[in-house]
């Protein structure tokens, strides 16, 4: 049992192991304290007609999206960093490599994994949001929707540990991983040269499994950025006041986290792609070959054979079935991994993205209208 959680911990990042402790313990403690905060303020709402009540609560929903965000980050992080090893482990019948060559691979891919050079992605995301924070937040401070002194304790813990030293951190470590992840694609076919044998359970010599864990990626990926929205919109919003070109730099950051998403995850479909095209190419050009042999193997028979009595029907009959049969297990090989609704889905959840963003622009227009 210690030996098995060895492993397990052994696949995370360091970062994913310090934060899910102590730090999480405190996030764990203000998820709660902000959804018991945000209902008292919807049920005071509800019970005076006051409407702006809820704006007033800004705070507390920015804390309690980040708490949210954090934990369900940790959670999808961990997970998909077991997924990615399983999933390795699961199609290893495709790869035409050495158990210990390919063990060896594994064992690598997991240091890279925990690569402490995860940590690195995640300082140019601290920097700018420290000068953020310092420059165009806390002067402003305490106001309607920030009614806080800028050194209380409050707000402290939500700007500088929660989302500075706890949640950007972990944006580093979801790029790492992307990283990571699109190396093992492109890895495919070429350090782990592959063999996809046209009779297989999912047709696809196995990759059909690699394709789902890499559209998984993209849900995952875009959920984490819909939980931070409504912080983008607000942001676009406040920052246009000051000047046009500052409100561009969350529509930008966005932007880019869905473009870094379509290569970390959408991209390597296609060279999973070319993998398969190529490898149905090469059976068909077999399987034909072999047609052609046993036709002209049964033309000469025919033309050799003195009376009907001597061909050896049935036994020809068979062969030919038999290749046949083949020939329409080949043309029924898959050359694009995953089906056109997973795919679908996928790019549906990245339109989700600029969906959540325009309605939470819309919503932010519609309350300061109603109230002033």
Known sequence: MQKGTHGSNSRMHPILIVLSKVPMKLTYTMILVGVLTYAVFILLTLLTGEAVQVLLSFMHLVQLDFSLLIMVGLFFLRSYYTMLDRTLREIRYAFVIDDD????????????????????????FIVLAMISILLFVMPNM???????????????????????????????????????????????????EISVEPISPDRAGGLVSFSEMLLRGVFMYSLLIVLLIPLLAYLVHNLSFISPLLSLI?????????????????????????????????????????????????????????????????????VSLQLTTFFEQVEKM???????????????????????FFVNQFLIQYLEMVFG
């Open 250 to 318: 969350p529509t930008a950051g966005l932007t880019l986290a869905v473009v870094t998403i379509c290569i970390f995850f959408l991209g390597p479909q296609y060279y999973v792609h070319n993998i398969l095209e190529k490898e149905k190419k090469k059976h068909l050009f077999q399987v034909s070959n072999e047609v052609n042999a046993v036709l002209s193997n049964i033309r000469s028979i025919l033309a050799s054979s003195s009376s009907k009595s001597d061909i050896p029907s049935q036994q020809l009959t068979l």
């Open 101 to 124: 060559e390919y063990e060896r691979y594994l064992e690598n891919l997991i240091k890279r994994m925990s690569d402490r050079r995860g940590y690195l992605y995640g300082i140019p």
């Open 142 to 192: 305490p106001n309607p929707l920030f009614p806080v002194d800028p050194l209380s304790p409050v707000w402290l813990y939500i700007s500088m540990i929660e989302f500075i030293l706890i949640m950007l951190p972990l944006f580093g470590v979801a790029i790492w991983l992307g990283v990571v992840v699109m190396s093992v694609s492109k890895d495919i076919g070429r350090r782990l």
């Open 334 to 356: 898959k050359t694009w991994p995953s089906t056109l609704w997973m795919t679908a889905k996928a790019i549906s959840s990245l339109l989700l993205i600029l969906l959540t």
